[in-house]
């Protein structure tokens, strides 16, 4: 595997997780308070 694409991988997964961060505790609220 080269360098680069392991980067590209390392950065995807650290941009997914920070994504997850920020939405995930919102759609968390959302669901608790529709019900």
């Known amino acids: 595997m ?4 392991k980067l ?11 994504i997850g961060c920020r939405f995930y505790p919102s759609i968390l609220t959302n669901t608790v308070n529709t019900q």
Request: aromatic share 6%; proline share 0%.
């Open 8 to 18: 590209v991988i390392i950065l995807d997964s650290n941009l997914a997780f920070i």
């Open 2 to 5: 080269s360098l680069s694409l």
